[in-house]
T-cell receptor
Framework: DSGVTQTPKHLITATGQRVTLRCSPR?????VYWYQQSLDQGLQFLIQ???????AKGNILERFSAQQFPDLHSELNLSSLELGDSALYFC????????????FGQGTRLTVV | LAKTTQPISMDSYEGQEVNITCSHN???????ITWYQQFPSQGPRFIIQ???TKVTNEVASLFIPADRKSSTLSLPRVSLSDTAVYYC????????????FGGGTRVLVKP
């Protein structure tokens, strides 16, 4: 158990819909990272938050957004969903800003039908 | 756009040493090189991290040459349970220091 909790574990939704994925980081970690893993694109970094502020942005689509709340949990919002958004979405957390020894959650498997 | 590249797959036998090299020509100046292990349907698990030269922990060693344009993960005396996909992760200078994973190396350990 990495200490990072992601909910839900599985999500099935229709095209055009909007979903929210939730991540609770390890106790004491201030950074949260979001990743997308799909068969054709591999692991892609989406975005990082550190202590409530956006720290780094990766290949995140404009239809996607994220935030980190004062209690440090984070949410990833995916809207206007397309079939190609079907993937595993991972959250990771680390103590500092530089991904040192980041710990990953078990992921949310999103299926868009 | 420079890519972080790894071999797609490697086969090995129990008890052998496995070395996986990741090429990262445009690594960000101040960024570390991190390696993860991933089993099916699980999140990646941290293995080792380094900046330059050699780093060793209880499960692996990481060799980084002076130019830092590549790194080699060494798994000593692998066992069947080391069968997994291994990813390197670096900050890519050409991509604004975005964290970039390699494509992953699928390691199969045979009895």
């Amino acid at each position: 158990d990495s200490g990072v909790t992601q909910t839900p574990k599985h999500l099935i939704t229709a095209t055009g819909q909007r979903v929210t994925l939730r991540c609770s980081p390890r106790s004491g970690d201030l950074s949260v990272y979001w990743y997308q893993q799909s068969l054709d694109q591999g692991l892609q970094f989406l975005i990082q938050y550190y202590n409530g502020e956006e720290r780094a942005k990766g290949n995140i689509l404009e239809r996607f957004s994220a935030q980190q709340f004062p209690d440090l949990h984070s949410e990833l919002n995916l809207s206007s969903l397309e079939l190609g958004d079907s993937a595993l979405y991972f959250c990771a957390s680390s103590a500092g800003t530089d991904h040192t020894e980041a710990f990953f959650g078990q992921g949310t498997r999103l299926t868009v039908v | 756009l420079a890519k972080t590249t790894q071999p797609i797959s490697m086969d090995s036998y129990e008890g052998q040493e496995v070395n996986i090299t990741c090429s990262h020509n445009n690594i960000a100046t101040n960024d570390y090189i991190t390696w993860y292990q991933q089993f099916p349907s699980q999140g990646p698990r941290f293995i080792i991290q380094g900046y330059k030269t050699k780093v060793t922990n209880e499960v692996a060693s990481l060799f980084i040459p002076a130019d830092r344009k590549s790194s080699t993960l060494s798994l000593p005396r692998v066992s069947l349970s080391d069968t997994a996909v291994y990813y390197c992760l670096v900050g890519d200078k050409a991509a604004g220091n975005k964290l970039t994973f390699g494509g992953g190396t699928r390691v199969l350990v045979k009895p």
